[in-house]
């Protein structure tokens, strides 16, 4: 009987160290999407509705850790939308879902470009500081495109942004995320508390070094954009 519930003990003991490293692996499974929407001027503002009912409904599929419906900041007929899911099988389930079908179905008489969803995977992330929920937030996306001979030596620099940007003052997130299926295509995500915090650090020495170390290695132009969650700018106004 004692040998048993030795038995039994050592076994328990042995099983521990297990479950730290399944979550390890499932954050490392992390899938992220992000997507760029354009519509017509006209129906910007049903677009506007679409988009944020489907986020409000596929925060609700099995796997999401988090899908942000934004709208850009001087341009109010382009929208983006930035997806994660704890990993690949829990996105190709929500694309499959009705009510993506639904949605797509809806917004493609809208759109004035294709829908333009870039799967990625991460390079760099963190647990964000805040949710986007708790306050007004200023998002930047910025798409970065490296010439292929300088790949990794790109890749290295982008990623160096992300551990230095989340200790500046009024930082939330900041993410690099690299596209599957161009592996010299970035995505930098930031959240930002205030417009004050992302102009500061846009104009900090570090970042003009790094745009400095960029331009030779660039395969196109930086592409910068801004962004405020959609319905923001509506309850501003009322403020």
Known sequence: MLRCGLLLFVAMVLAMPSIPQANAQQAGNAYYIVTYIEVASRSQRDAADLIRQFGETSRKDAGN????TLRRVGRPRHFAILEAWTDKTAADAH??????????DALKPMQTAPYDERPH????VAAPKL???D???IYVVTHVDIIPPKKDEGIAATSGLAEPGRKERGNLRFEVLQQTSRPNHMTVVEAWGSRRAQ???????NMKAYRDQLLPMSGSLYDERLYLAIGERRRSRRK
């Open 135 to 137: 306050r007004r937030v």
């Open 121 to 124: 995977g991460a390079l760099a």
């Open 199 to 205: 102009r500061a650090h846009a104009t900090a020495d």
């Open 65 to 68: 850790l988090r899908f942000e």
């Open 95 to 104: 694309a499959t879902a009705e009510h993506t079908k639904q949605f797509r």
């Open 131 to 133: 949710e986007a929920a």
